[in-house]
């Protein structure tokens, strides 16, 4: 940009042309089950055992879950509401998703000995980060450079992975456009492009069902 405009000014003759470096690949991490029960395991820290069993349940961004407050946990309906009321800025992410039994039993748990109005809470204490504490514990579980936002994308593969329709997939994680949901997690469907792979079958039988054609 820089010398662009020096050229234009008139300050140097012509802009030399400077080859852009290839844009990084996407970061493609997911855990397993398996890795998210051993994660869970690992975490010591109350409040972040419950980021971590937040996450991977509600699909939630890390700041719609540390600003979670418990009047938006509704037990009697089984419901959470991710969205932030006091926010202006457009809710990205957040959506009311069901509560199911594992996060139930936990919140139970957490709601008879809160002290503030947050949901992920520390000593009395609003949390506002649980990066060292997830980093922890994914380090004694073994599994190395994992973020908070893993979790949420391997929520998204394990529902895809388990038949969950991806319109489903989008609502639950408050995507905008269910574009964005199958670009990214439709591949990990069990029948993912299965039909179009059974018209490129060669044998006598597949030869047979399209009627010799």
Do not use: C
């Not at 418990?70 to 926010?87: A, K, S, T």
């Not at 936002?149 to 997939?169: K, N």
């Amino acid at each position: 940009m820089v010398l662009r405009w020096a050229e234009k000014q008139g300050l140097i003759a012509r802009a030399p042309h400077i080859e852009k470096p290839n844009k990084p690949k996407p970061v493609d991490k997911f855990l397993t089950r398996a890795e998210v029960r051993a994660l869970m395991d690992a975490a010591t820290m109350p409040h972040v055992r419950l980021f971590i069993e937040l996450a991977i349940t509600t699909g939630g961004r890390s700041g719609a879950l540390l600003d979670l407050t418990w009047d938006r946990v509704d037990f009697e309906r089984g419901q959470i509401d991710l969205r932030n009321p006091f926010l202006k800025s457009p809710h990205k992410g957040r959506a009311v998703v069901p509560m199911n039994r594992t996060l139930r039993g936990a919140l139970l748990v957490a709601k008879e000995g809160a002290l503030t109005p947050f949901v992920i809470e520390w000593a009395g204490q609003r949390v506002r980060s649980v990066k060292r504490g997830f980093a922890a514990s994914a380090r004694k579980a073994g599994l190395g450079h994992v973020s908070p936002h893993t979790l949420r994308r391997s929520a998204a593969r394990h529902m895809v992975e388990a038949g969950v329709p991806i319109s489903e997939v989008a609502q639950y994680l408050g995507h905008t456009s269910e574009k964005v949901t199958y670009s990214t997690y439709a591949r990990f469907s069990l029948d993912y492009l299965k039909r179009a792979a059974a018209a490129l079958e060669y044998d006598d039988l597949a030869i047979a069902k399209r009627g010799g054609r």
